[in-house]
């Protein structure tokens, strides 16, 4: 028998549509009887742990989870089943993957259709994600995703629809596996892993998108509230409009670390061009590529580098390293 930790933390996959027709959190979180879920040879015990949309999730509310796994991993437990909000449900997803030692299996789900509404997608990826924790051959592939039979690691994973309920992918990569009928099945390796032991988070670490006629305002007004560190969804490889870049310049004057990744769905950023603000000119002014991240995703690793300490340049190195 293999004992799992569902730990609930709210999202719409513990919501239902009231009669006004708007979605809202539950008293009894639905999700609390398993019976009917049809698992053989298979235990679940559940936690409360928060009840939050996930829009109102924070990096200490992540580090709460990141505790609890922690304790029950001590404990004896041989997988766990975070619920959660779908809306940033790929930063609790890899902020675990960062912080977790890869000790057993940790899979973040939610739904995309509250409880009661036609089509209900969360007790199936619930089922889903309890059979992955509970499977051997989810051992060492870090903290994953199950989503709509889908199976993602952790590390590229995104929120790819508003509503569908076909909508977490890694545009990258795919999917590592599928769930089909009960049978958990792996297609791919993750390749390297690495987590970092981090007891608190900074705060203070902001988040911008590049945009056609983006001037240096908002870089000037991040750095009038002292930020600990600033991630720039550039344009395509990774370019600015070069008017940006002496306010870039006064953040990095600050010692403010800057990391820049592409504002594109998928692909890498890389220092490509040589024009002015072109990729080539960023990197020299001190500006580190996060090579195969989204912004949400280049955001948790930051506050992840900052929190153990990490500054110049060894957090530039773990910023840069794809697999860290
Ligand atoms: N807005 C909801 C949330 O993230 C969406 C969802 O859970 O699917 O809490």
């Keep these: 028998m293999k004992k799992i930790l569902a730990i609930h933390t709210g999202g719409t996959i513990s919501m239902s549509l009231n009669d006004q027709g708007g ?34 999730m924070t990096p200490s509310a992540m580090l709460k989870i990141k505790n609890r796994i922690q ?13 959660h909000g779908t809306d940033t ?19 973040v789900t939610g739904a995309m259709r509250s409880s009661n509404e036609i089509g209900a997608d969360g007790v199936f990826n619930f089922k889903s994600a309890v059979e992955v924790a509970a499977a051997d051959a989810a051992q060492n592939k870090g903290v994953l995703v199950v989503f709509n039979t889908g199976i993602y690691s952790a590390r590229y994973v995104t929120k790819t629809h508003t509503t569908s309920v076909d909508t977490f992918k890694d545009p990258i990569y795919g999917t590592l596996g599928t769930v089909d ?10 390749i390297g892993s690495e987590y970092t032991e981090i007891d608190h988070v900074v705060e203070g670490v902001y988040l911008v998108k590049a945009y056609a006629g983006m001037t240096g305002e908002l870089f000037d007004a991040i750095n009038a509230a002292k930020p600990r ?31 820049l ?40 690793k930051l506050i992840v580098g900052l929190s153990c300490g990490k500054s110049g340049r060894t957090l530039a190195e773990y910023m840069a390293n794809a697999l860290s």
């Design 23 to 56: 979605v809202v959190q539950n008293e009894q979180n639905p999700l609390d009887n398993n019976e009917g879920l049809g698992l053989t040879g298979i235990e679940v015990e559940t936690d409360e742990l928060l009840n939050l949309p996930s829009p109102h």
């Design 71 to 83: 304790q029950a991993a001590a404990a004896g437990i041989d997988g766990v089943v975070v619920t």
């Design 89 to 107: 449900l790929e930063e609790t997803a890899y902020f675990l993957d960062l912080t977790l030692p890869n000790t057993i299996p940790v899979v």
């Design 181 to 190: 009928h009960d049978q958990v099945i792996f297609a791919q390796q993750l």
């Design 229 to 259: 560190g600033v991630v720039i969804e550039a344009m395509g490889a990774g370019n600015l409009p070069a008017v940006t870049l002496p306010a870039v310049q006064r953040l990095l004057d600050q010692q403010v670390p800057v990391v």
């Design 261 to 300: 990744v592409s504002r594109c769905f998928s692909g890498y950023a890389q220092p490509i061009y040589a024009y002015p603000g072109g990729g080539i000119e960023l990197q020299s002014m001190g500006i580190v590529f996060c090579e195969q991240l989204n912004g949400p995703k280049a955001r948790m």
